[in-house]
């Protein structure tokens, strides 16, 4: 009796544990699954492959809810008035509540790019940087998404525990690759790095440095460019204006995908530009991947076309805006005549520590 008790316990204890340890694997399996799914959603829409991941995760029990398995619906995505595919009923937040089905996973994830995508009380979402998944989730949270209020820090903790940002960093990657795939490249590890002076008549002379770039990734960013072609004036690659290293960026490009092919905090790179906010360029223009001097260390002052802004000006020069309104007792907002002398360098009569 004692004999077959102790193995009836053995075997309880190993079922239990065995149970655990696949329970605990589950998640993971889940991610290996649908990894490719969720970044191949992130380069259709923008939506981050780490949220979409740990959501699928929350919301179906790593695709072993009732939910996910009746209905392959692994958001948790309700009917809603507009929706005209079959549907599903569980308790919810209310009895019986209308879920939508799906014939495959696939259609799931899909549609829940869509349904972010597209409706108005997520659009704000698309301006938070993809790599910002705290971000993300609290704007989850504040959109709608979720009733409970611990559904953003339940959504940072599955991202955090299972490094799902690698995932977001990988279809950036893949987005990038598939931009540089129709750009026109120079060898890399034959690319200088080149500096740039701007005459007085506006036209730009380059002068390339003897010393050339150790690691091409540095200057691998014609990968985050909209265009086939770098603009006529600007080299591809990073280039020095007033000893700061910049790029050119196309219209179209992504303030975001520059700051993570530059590994240089977003932050900072639109605090580089003296920036509030932004990501997709609407023009093209210089992007410096360092902060500006204060003064201009080529020219003691810049002639006015009647085209440009003050903050043209600096961002053309490479000197911070804030030393070119001072030096010249002028607004950032102030209209500027053609021809007008704006000084780039302080006042010879300035005081010296003044």
Known sequence: MKKSVLILCIFYFIHTYLFSQ????????????????AINEMI???????ITLAQGILESGSGQSDLAIRSNNHFGIK???????????????????????????????????????????????????????KGWCYGLKKAGYATS?????????????????????????????NNLASTKQNSLNDMPIISVT?????????????????????IDVSSIMAT??????????????????????????SLFAISAQQNIDFAKLLSYNEMESGDILENGMLIYL?????????????????????????QNE????QSILAYNHLTNNQKIEPGTKILLQPPTNQVKGK
């Open 198 to 218: 701007k005459m007085e008549n506006e036209n730009l002379s380059y002068s390339q440095q003897s010393k050339s770039v150790n690691n091409p990734a540095d």
């Open 79 to 133: 009917c809603k008035l507009d929706w005209t595919g079959d549907k599903v009923y569980q308790d919810d937040d209310e009895a019986n509540e209308c879920f939508r089905s799906y014939p495959t996973v696939e259609d799931s994830y899909r549609d829940h790019s869509d349904f972010l995508k597209t409706r108005p009380n997520y659009a704000f979402l698309f301006s938070i940087p993809a790599t910002d998944y």
């Open 318 to 321: 490479g000197v911070q805006l």
């Open 290 to 314: 360092q902060k500006k001097g204060k003064k201009s260390n080529i020219k003691k002052f810049h002639i006015t076309t009647g085209t440009e802004s003050l903050t043209d000006i600096a």
């Open 22 to 37: 696949n329970t605990a694997s589950l998640p993971q399996q889940y991610i290996e699954k649908y990894k490719v799914l």
């Open 228 to 253: 086939e072609e770098p603009a006529s004036n600007y080299p591809s690659g990073i280039f020095l204006i007033n000893q700061c290293k910049v790029i050119y960026a196309t219209a179209g490009s």
């Open 44 to 50: 259709r829409t923008g939506v981050p492959a780490a």
């Open 149 to 177: 209020p611990s559904y953003p820090t339940l959504l940072i903790d599955v991202i955090s525990k299972y490094n799902l940002q690698q995932y977001t960093l990988d279809a950036l990657q893949r987005m990038q690759s």
